[in-house]
């Protein structure tokens, strides 16, 4: 049986709420913390490169922050289609949208195709954890004061699901690895406020359209103090947050190529046995 196409699929993200939410965290002062520690990693890691990067774009919620975090990268927006043009570009990063796109493969192989070859794809995101709290509190709270569920949390996709995104985007030598980012805040309050200054809030298709029961929240917010209270002070609680990092690089000639099955001179027993016999 063949999975439905992307367009057949209900949506995940409600992108006119998305970009809403965005706009207000904007203009209100936005709270870019995990951007800039993304943008810091980032900088890090290309550091690592023995290469230079020269025709650079990001593909971003906010192209005016990550203009100022990545300078000399165009900026895109992180709509369905990208304004990517073929084989421009020698680095794509994809920073802190790919986890609201409602096709993410398909965002990925739109960067990979404007990758020149041995061209570096980049992705930050949240995943993983982040917010497994919060999920889990809401959830709780909700069923016990209404008898039902709403969808309150972006679901976060887990390390071997985001890697697999690359090979699924023909990118070559693929690595993902995660960052995890613990924040402490003094309620569920500060937090909620928190989500909307990132512009992280709620932008789900299927989240509930009318106004929730204070109960929802009071309740929520004595659980979320009696089970994750910040350990370090107990009067506060912890927030975990996790960025996951993809990397993948457009296939060239020049890249390192997996051995041919068959083609090696020497039995694995043989090199063990040799590397037992080394003084």
């Known amino acids: 049986m063949q999975s439905p196409s992307p367009a057949s699929r209900p949506a995940l993200t409600d992108r006119t709420a998305l970009a809403r939410h965005r706009m207000r965290a904007v203009r209100t002062g936005m709270a870019d913390v995990l951007h800039r520690i993304a943008a810091d990693e980032i900088h890090d890691r290309l550091a690592e490169i023995n290469r230079t990067f020269t025709d650079i774009a990001v593909v971003s919620g906010f192209p005016d922050l990550w203009s100022a975090l990545l300078p000399g990268a165009r900026s895109i927006a992180d709509d369905d289609i990208l304004v990517l043009a073929p084989g421009s570009l020698d680095l794509v990063v994809h920073a802190m949208a790919l986890h609201w796109a409602d096709d993410p493969v398909g965002q990925i192989v739109q960067c990979a195709r404007a990758l020149r070859p041995d061209g570096l794809f980049l992705a930050i ?115 975990s947050f996790e960025l996951a990092f993809l990397t993948g690089w457009a296939p060239s000639d020049s890249q390192p190529k997996p051995l041919r099955p068959g083609s090696a001179k020497m039995a694995l027993a043989d090199a063990l046995n040799q590397i037992g016999k080394t003084p």
Do not use: C, K, W
Not at 143 to 171: F, K, N, Q, Y
């Open 125 to 239: 995101l949240p995943a993983g954890q982040t917010l497994h709290e919060l999920r889990a509190v809401m959830a709780q709270a909700e069923s016990e004061i209404t008898g039902g569920l709403s969808p309150r949390v972006l679901p976060m996709g887990d390390l071997r699901d985001l890697g697999g995104l690359l090979a699924r985007g023909a990118l070559a030598l693929p690595v993902a690895d995660i960052l995890p980012v613990p924040a402490s805040y003094r309620n569920l309050i500060h937090l909620a406020q928190d989500l909307r200054a990132m512009g992280e809030q709620n932008a789900l298709a299927g989240r509930l359209r009318r106004p929730t029961d204070r109960a929802v929240f009071a309740r929520a917010a004595g659980l979320y103090a009696e089970r994750f209270p910040d350990a370090s002070e107990p009067a506060r609680i912890q927030a």
